[in-house]
C-alpha cells in the first residue's frame, strides 16, 4: 500500500539539509508520496528506510507481462477496487483454448478465426489477446496441439497441464517465449517451480481455499517464483466473484503480497455459451487478468473486448484521436472543411455519417483535449481562434482550394469570429446532430 507523505517523512533523516533541492525533508516526502520526484534524490536515506520505501512503492497487484513473438500481454499493476477511484491500469487478457485430443486440423480451424479477428472501435484494434492448449486427460498430443497453434498464431500462450505435459509443450515454444503455465498445486509445487524457473515462465497456483492459496504463493515465492498467477478453483459464478474479489481487496485494501497477483478465470469451463458469455463478462468486471473461453464467435467477442475497453480505459482521460485533417471518401480541393473536436466519439460519429453518406470531405480535427464539441466551447478548448491557428498548422490552405469551412451547428456562435480569423474562407454552420451531416451534405453543400 502506499504510503502518506508523513510516513515517508517519518523513514527520511529529518535533518532539512535541502541536499535534494527541496527546503524541508517534509516538502521532499509530500512530493515523493506524490510520486513527483525519485527517493534517489535524497543521498542520506538509509538502506533500511530505503528498503522500506521501496516496497512500499510497489503495485500491491504484481505486475508480470507473457510474451510470444513480438506479441506480448502486460497484466496486474492495478491499484484500486473500483476503476472510479482512479483507473485500472492492464486489461485482461482474453484467451480462447484448445485441447490436446482434438486433431490438429480442428485445432488449427478453431484457432485461425480468432486469431484473424479484429475490430475497429473508435480508432482503436480491438483483438483476441493469445491461446490456452490444455491437456485433458483423454489422451491427445500435448505438443501436437501447441504446434497446431503455432502454425496459425503467434500470441502468447497458456500451458494447461500437468508437469510432464508442460515440458513437451514447452519444447514446442520459440526462444523469447514467456507463457504462462498452469498450474502448480499443493502436489506439485516444486516441480512446477523448477520447471517455471528454468523456462522463464509465469506460474499459476490453484488452490481451493484462501489459506490454501496464501501457503501456495508464499511456498512459490520461496523456490525464487516472482511472477505468480492466482487460480482459484471456484467455478460458479458466486464462487469466483467471491473468490477474486477476496484476494483483491487483501492485496489492495490490506497490502497482503501473498495475494497480490493476478488472477486467471476460466469462463469456458461453464461448456455452454451462453454461460460462458456472463462469466466471461463478470471476469472482465471483477478482477480477472487471463480470462479463458471454449467459444469464440465475432458476435460474442466483440461485446466482450468494448465491455473491456469500456472498463480500462483511464474514466479522467477522454479516448482522443490525433488532431490533424483527415481525409474522408477521398475528397478534392474543391470539398469543404468540416471542423470538429478530437473526442474519440465525436470524430467517429461524424466521420461515420460522412462516409456513409457517399460524399467526400475534409475533416480538421482540433486539439480541444479530447472533449467533446458542446463541452470543449464551454471549456474555452474549442474556440475561433484554436480553430483557425489547427486549419493553417495542418495545411488547410494548401488542401482546400474552394476555401469553405463548417462549423458545428451547436458553435454556430463561433462563426463571426471565424471570419475574422480566417477572411479567405466562407465560414458555414452545420447541423447541429452528427445524423443530419448526410442530407446538410446533399442540400446545402453540393
Ligand atoms: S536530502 Fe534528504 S535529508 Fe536532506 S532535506 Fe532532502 S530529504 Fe531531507
Not at 482512479?86 to 484448445?98: A, D, I
Not at 471570419?419 to 453540393?446: F, H
Request: hydrophobic share 40%; glycine share 8%; proline share 7%.
Amino acid at each position: 500500500m502506499a504510503l502518506s507523505g508523513i510516513q515517508i517523512y517519518k523513514l527520511l533523516p529529518q535533518t532539512n539539509c535541502k541536499d535534494c533541492g527541496f527546503p524541508t525533508c517534509l516538502a521532499f516526502a509530500m512530493k515523493l508520496a506524490a510520486k513527483q520526484v525519485e527517493l534517489a534524490a535524497c543521498p542520506h536515506v538509509s538502506e533500511e528506510s530505503a528498503a522500506k520505501l521501496s516496497a512500499a512503492s510497489q503495485p500491491p497487484v504484481r505486475p508480470l507481462t507473457i510474451k510470444a513473438n513480438g506479441n506480448e500481454l502486460k497484466v496486474g499493476a492495478e491499484t484500486v477496487l473500483f476503476r472510479h477511484e482512479k483507473k485500472f491500469v492492464n486489461h485482461p487478457g482474453l484467451f480462447l483454448r484448445v485441447y490436446a485430443d482434438e486433431s490438429p486440423d480442428a485445432i488449427k480451424a478453431k484457432v485461425q478465426p480468432a486469431d484473424e479477428f479484429v475490430v475497429d472501435y473508435v480508432g482503436m484494434d480491438l483483438t483476441m489477446d493469445g491461446f490456452a492448449v490444455q491437456a485433458n486427460g483423454n489422451g491427445g498430443d500435448f505438443p501436437a496441439a501447441v504446434r497446431a497453434v503455432r502454425e496459425v498464431s503467434h500470441r502468447p500462450l497458456i500451458l494447461i497441464g500437468g508437469v510432464e505435459d508442460l515440458k513437451a509443450g514447452l519444447a514446442e515454444l520459440a526462444e523469447g517465449e514467456r507463457p504462462l503455465l498452469c498450474c502448480a498445486t499443493a502436489d506439485n509445487w516444486q516441480e512446477m517451480a523448477a520447471l517455471a524457473k528454468e523456462n522463464n515462465a509465469v506460474l499459476a497456483a490453484e488452490a481451493s481455499t484462501v489459506d490454501g492459496m496464501v501457503d501456495l504463493t508464499e511456498k512459490l515465492k520461496g523456490a525464487g517464483i516472482k511472477d505468480i498467477v492466482l487460480s482459484p478453483t471456484q467455478r460458479s459464478l458466486k464462487g469466483t466473484l467471491v473468490a477474486n474479489t477476496i484476494s483483491r481487496r487483501m492485496a489492495l485494501k490490506k497490502n497482503f503480497r501473498p495475494l497480490g497477483y493476478p488472477i486467471i478465470s476460466y469462463p469456458g469451463d461453464w461448456g455452454d455459451p451462453a454461460r460462458e458469455l456472463v462469466a466471461a463478462g463478470q471476469a472482465i468486471a471483477k478482477y480477472g487478468s487471463f480470462v479463458v473461453m471454449d467459444h469464440f464467435a465475432p458476435e460474442t467477442a466483440y461485446p466482450l473486448l468494448v465491455l473491456r475497453e469500456n472498463i480500462y480505459t483511464d474514466p479522467q482521460k477522454p479516448i482522443q484521436v490525433t488532431p490533424g485533417i483527415y481525409e474522408i471518401n477521398d475528397p478534392s480541393p474543391e470539398d469543404p472543411l468540416l471542423v470538429t473536436t478530437n473526442f474519440s466519439i465525436t470524430y467517429f460519429s461524424v466521420a461515420n455519417e460522412v462516409e456513409g453518406s457517399g460524399n467526400s470531405a475534409w475533416m480538421l480535427v482540433t486539439d480541444a483535449e479530447g472533449m467533446s464539441v458542446l463541452t470543449a466551447w464551454a471549456a474555452g478548448k474549442f474556440d475561433a481562434e484554436r480553430i483557425a491557428k489547427d486549419a493553417i498548422r495542418f495545411g488547410a490552405p494548401d488542401k482546400v482550394s474552394n476555401k469553405r469551412i463548417v462549423l458545428p451547428g451547436h458553435t454556430a456562435v463561433l462563426s463571426g469570429e471565424l471570419e475574422e480569423e480566417l477572411p479567405d474562407w466562407k465560414v458555414m454552420v452545420g447541423p447541429r446532430e452528427a445524423v443530419d451531416i448526410p442530407s446538410y451534405m446533399k442540400n446545402v453543400l453540393n
